[in-house]
């Protein structure tokens, strides 16, 4: 039987909290849930209610994933960060968006690297379309770049 456990006091800043479960059976020892979204809440809850394994009945352990690297050109460091963090708290509020992750390397403060987790590939494409990534990354962050690298996945049940 899987055990799950809500973190307390969920905040409105506050978009992800790890669901911990234990089991055997489950591969998967944490998975990434948005709480702060309702109709995430009530499938999770409708799913343990009826005995079954929340994440995978939900379908959280199928996300499109997408890992992009950033290189920004020598003197624009600076300015694709602020873009970055201006795309930051629109992303992360986005239907279909599970998890928004933007990092910085500590040596080199031009690379930025993005893993992000969307719950299919149109939620990935209204990422793309949508009017703060249009604005934020291509109009001002990627003009900016020296290289743009992306890979793209989809999380594995090995």
């Not at 003197?75 to 968006?97: D, F, N, W």
């Not at 001002?140 to 793209?152: C, H």
Request: proline share 8%.
């Amino acid at each position: 039987m899987t055990e799950t456990r809500r973190p307390p006091d969920v905040d409105s800043a506050s978009h992800l909290h790890r669901e911990y479960r234990n089991g055997p059976c489950s591969p998967l020892k944490h998975a990434l849930i948005r709480y702060d979204v309702p109709e995430t809440r009530q499938l999770l809850e409708s799913a343990s209610a009826a005995g079954g394994d929340p994440a995978r009945d939900v379908g959280i352990l199928m996300a499109y994933v997408v890992v992009a690297k950033w290189t920004a050109r020598k003197g624009e460091e600076k300015a694709v960060a602020t873009a970055i963090q201006h795309l930051i708290q629109p992303s992360r509020a986005e239907p279909g968006m599970l998890l928004y992750e933007p990092h910085r390397d500590p040596e080199n403060p031009c690379v930025f690297l993005f893993y992000e987790q969307y719950a299919d590939k149109a939620a990935y494409d209204a990422h793309l379309a949508s009017e703060h990534f249009q604005r934020l990354g291509l109009g001002d962050a990627i003009p900016r770049l020296e290289s743009r690298d992306r890979g793209f996945y989809e999380t594995w049940d090995a």
